[in-house]
């Protein structure tokens, strides 16, 4: 007899919603990141390092993303309170708001990891509500590179050696937007691009809501 599942065997809830901005600003989206080409670079893990074993990709740095951040948060943090409600999560108010422009190209990926850091850091504020938008050329030149999120436990085999339902796979289309809480393990699958050229990557948005932590909270009164 196989026992139940627990909660962390299961995979956490998450949202997924489609056609999210208009078809003429994802498109101006996708126009502006293939001008800006030349700020793509390697991609850093949370710790600042580069470390393509882990994650391999690229992403905007060193450049003005001032307009289109304040444009996309216009669209994504009045979903915040509905998202609050569909995912559990529990209510908080939104602290601060973090954005990261990707690309993933021929081979690239993002091994599984979590949004939600917890080292010193973090004291002040932590993500609390993680989303993931989409937009890339239609039809898409590249294939994988699957949102797949992990349940909390890793999978167990049951008592017939198979493992159990541990991760749930999301295809990266194009103009959707994923949401799910931060603590919930994730990863990016590799990504098979056969021309390799930038234009035809699978672009991504990563935002990431924080909330106040209780302890400052306490410091501040």
């Not at 081979?107 to 993500?127: A, N």
Request: aromatic share 10%; proline share 8%.
């Amino acid at each position: 007899m196989t026992a139940p599942l627990s909660v962390l065997d299961r995979v956490g809830p998450f949202v997924v919603r489609d056609d999210v901005l208009p078809d003429a600003e994802a498109r101006a989206l996708l126009d502006w990141a293939l001008d800006h080409q030349a700020f793509f670079a390697e991609s850093r893990v949370h710790d600042g390092y580069y470390r393509p074993k882990i994650r391999h990709s690229r992403q905007l740095r060193d450049c003005d993303f001032t307009d289109w951040r304040q444009r996309l948060k216009h669209h994504f943090k009045p979903l915040v309170a509905s998202l609050i409600t569909d995912l559990g999560v529990t209510p908080f108010v939104v602290a601060h708001t973090e954005l990261d422009l990707a690309c993933h190209n021929d081979g690239d990926f993002y091994r599984r990891h979590i949004d939600m850091r917890t080292g010193p850091v973090d004291r002040q504020r932590r993500r609390v509500l993680s989303l993931v938008y989409y937009f890339n050329r239609v039809p898409a030149a590249f294939s994988g590179g699957a949102l797949r999120l992990h349940a909390a436990n890793r999978p167990l085999p049951d008592a017939n050696g198979q493992n159990v339902p541990g991760s749930t796979d999301i295809a990266p289309l194009h103009n959707r937007l994923v949401a799910f809480p931060s603590w919930m393990p994730h990863e990016v699958l590799p990504v098979a691009c056969p021309s390799g050229q930038f234009t035809d990557s699978r672009f991504s948005i990563n935002c990431w809501f924080y909330a106040t932590m209780p302890s400052a909270s306490r410091d501040q009164s």
